[in-house]
């Protein structure tokens, strides 16, 4: 047919190419010999009893799930889910197909696809015994926030990240499925950085925006992370031991009005440059910022009102992990057509002490507010990581 046809002239055209880069006039077609492995096959390592996907390099592609339990969920109803998701994750997470997966074909290219679960306050406060629950404050209210319901606080949630987009899409819907007897999917938030393989390792993401993002955030490797990201079972209850919290925030972009802006305009708002990311006191992106450095009429060259002047932590317990994504949905309510923003996403070992303070100021004042507004948030403990042969959250359930 058609397909053949056309598969046999590119595969005559690929080595007519080959031969004449390598001087052979011989014709022939040559097989290919060694296949390097994809980054398709790439799995993520267990990382004890922590879940994956929290110090998990961002992979490319973001679905963030949130469910609601039906009204009468009971924790028996709850725990049964956590144990058919929980298995799912493992399973799709190591490129084999979920329990009953009418098409396991589409996970075998698992794309470091990790999954990473969280209850909501009501979850904690009426299915989890007092003496194991985690404290979860829900986020006060922020005077600039415009929250809409349909992004609002959900039961439970499910981070899935993967390089892949159709692996993704495929893990997302047999959550779904397999979550449909016990909760309602109330959201799903979708999100993305850079394809894999187009940036070389290590560059930090750009926002749509066009600002680098994500320069100063907490790294594995510092001393501090563990006791900045993972709860420890001292402050809180031992079933939470190697849990976290995440923050969600949909903050929407007005790019149409950011557009107008000029570039010195653009990069006094953040206090950094958009072409390198560096300070505007520095010239590389990792340049300590000098907040005291003074221009010769005598103004601050970083403006105090500026993104990072406000946001920077006034004490060492100020700082999260930040591991947020881009978003882009079509939307013809608006005359730019579209609803774009950040999927700002923090992981914090206690919230109400390390995140909601340097909100507040940014509420107060950040010169970043002009040009994005927050109209989804929630909050979630993550519990640790399942037990062998267990689910995530059992620790708290059972
Ligand atoms: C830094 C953009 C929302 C906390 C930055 C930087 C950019 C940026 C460009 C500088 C590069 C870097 O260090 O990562 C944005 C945009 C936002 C947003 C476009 C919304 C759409 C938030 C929110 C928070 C936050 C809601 C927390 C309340 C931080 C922190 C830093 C930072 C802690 C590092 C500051 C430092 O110590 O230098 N952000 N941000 N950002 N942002 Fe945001």
Known sequence: GAGAGWSTSALVAGSASADSASGSASGSVAA??????SPGAETVP??????????????????????????????EHLARMMRLLSDDARRLGQGEGALADTEPELAAHPSRLTVTFGFGPRVLRDLVPASRRPALAELPEFSRDRLRPEWGQSDVVAQICCDDPLTLAHARRMLVKDARAFADVRWIQQGFRNARGTLSQGTTMRNLMGQVDGTVNLAEAEPDFAPLVWADGTSGPEAFAGGTFLVVRRIRMQLERWDRVDRVGREAVVGRRLDTGAPLT????????????????????????SHIARVRHTTPEERFLRR?????????????????????????????????????????????????VTIGSAVYAVPPAAAEGGYVGQALLE
Do not use: C, K
């Open 46 to 75: 267990p990382e004890g009893n922590h879940q994956p996907g929290v110090v998990t390099p961002p992979q490319a592609h973001l679905a963030l799930v949130g469910w609601d339990l039906h009204e009468d969920a009971t924790v």
């Open 32 to 37: 290919p010999t060694v296949i390097a492995p």
């Open 282 to 305: 520095g010239e590389a992106e990792f340049d300590e910022p000098d907040f005291e450095a003074t221009d010769r009429f005598g103004f601050p060259v970083i403006d105090p009102a």
């Open 324 to 372: 947020s994504y881009n978003y882009t949905e079509p939307d013809d309510t608006r005359s730019s057509g579209e609803d774009s923003g950040l999927l700002f996403l923090a992981f914090a070992a206690d919230p109400a002490r390390q995140f909601v303070p340097v909100q507040q100021r940014m509420d107060e004042v950040d010169r970043l507010n002009d040009w994005i």
